[in-house]
Structures are given as C-alpha cells and as structure tokens.
T-cell receptor, first 113, second 110 residues
C-alpha cells in the first residue's frame, strides 16, 4: 500500500520565482495538509484541504496557496520566492472521519538561491 | 506556540526501555496527546495517541497522568533504528492541525 507520495524530492529555485509542489495522499485518505520545516525546527502548519477547499490555514502569507483535485491529490504553490522559503515541505494525509493520525510523505527539499 | 514542553535531548542504551517525558499543563478536556517521531531525512511518523487512559500498540506505550498535565512515551526495547526526534503534540481528535515544538532528540547508544 503506497503511502504519501511527494514530488519532486529536491528543487532549486531563484529568488522571485514561483514553485509548485505535488502530493498524492495515502490510499483511502481524503484530507491533505501541508507543513513547512526549516532546518532544526519542527514542522509548521501551512494549510489543509478537504473536498477541494481550504479548511484551515496557518500563519503564512498569501504567497502560499494550494489546490486539491477530485482524486484528493494536492498542490502547494509559492509565489515570489524568498530566501527564507528554503525548507523541507511536508505533505500529510488523513481520513476526514475516524482519523487518529496523519501519514506524512518524505517531503520536498526546496532551496531558494 | 507549542502547548508542550519536552527535554531537548536524551540518550538510551540499546535494548533498554526509553522513557520520553512531556509536559502539557494547559491541555483542555477534549484534547488528545499525540506522539510522532521523525527519523533523519524522513517525514514524521505517527506513533500513538491517548486521551486519559494508558495506551499501548506495537510501537510503544503511552502513560498519561491522572491530571493529564504530563505524559510519558515508552519504547520498551530500544533499537538503533529508534534514534529520531520525538514530538509530543496536543490536539483535538480528528483533523485539527498539528502544532509541533522542537521535540526530543533521542539517541540510542550501542
């Protein structure tokens, strides 16, 4: 049973560019959350998608946006990249009902130069 | 801000029980205690959760004090593969966002 799949695994972008990260949730999961993890820190919640709508949002600027597709997969978009956006971006999936824990992917390592 | 306090690091000998403490003195009545761990270069992995009773699964045991202000995660027979950062999180059951602190870096010593 495939877990959460994220692509790409690594990415290098230039300051000011835009980036799209992708996530396929675990089979049977319908809710997708995104987290940003800076080096040496715990993951920070960005937002959560369910039924193709953003349901919760953390303290991140509007440069961070997302989308969920009918097959429950999701994209994270970041516009006008800053050096401080360099981090590991994690996708986590869960079931909306009866959920007791999230399944995380291995993340996308984004480096902004 | 995280609602939990954990020691920044701990060591444990291989084969011994690893006991990881967590303080959550402001936990509310409907919040659960969750434990996740993150092995280097991987995403966090769910370990166990509980409300007020002690819980056990194939990975670990969770002991929650009667007043629910603290808990202990127990790995009964630690192996080198248990070396990781362990996060204690309080959250409502279901799909509430997880607020991670900086966790406890557990090192298993051969």
């Amino acid at each position: 049973d495939a877990g959460v799949t994220q692509s790409p695994t690594h990415l290098i972008k230039t300051r000011g560019q835009q980036v799209t990260l992708r996530c396929s949730p675990k089979s049977g999961h319908d809710t997708v959350s995104w987290y940003q993890q800076a080096l040496g820190q715990g993951p920070q919640f960005i937002f959560q998608y369910y039924e193709e709508e953003e349901r919760q949002r953390g303290n991140f600027p509007d440069r961070f946006s997302g989308h969920q597709f009918p097959n429950y997969s999701s994209e994270l978009n970041v516009n006008a990249l800053l050096l401080g956006d360099s981090a590991l971006y994690l996708c986590a999936s869960s079931r909306r009902t009866g959920a007791y824990g999230y399944t995380f992917g291995s993340g996308t390592r984004l480096t902004v130069v | 801000d995280a609602k939990t306090t954990q020691p920044p690091s701990m060591d444990c000998a291989e084969g011994r029980a690893a006991n990881l403490p967590c303080n959550h003195s402001t936990i509310s009545g409907n919040e659960y205690v969750y434990w996740y761990r993150q092995i280097h270069s991987q995403g966090p992995q769910y370990i166990i959760h509980g409300l007020k009773n002690n819980e056990t699964n194939e990975m670990a045991s969770l002991i929650i004090t009667e007043d629910r202000k603290s808990s202990t995660l127990i790995l009964p027979h630690a192996t080198l593969r248990d070396t990781a950062v362990y996060y204690c999180i309080v959250a409502n059951f279901g799909n509430e966002k997880l607020t991670f602190g900086t966790g406890t870096r557990l090192t298993i010593i051969p």
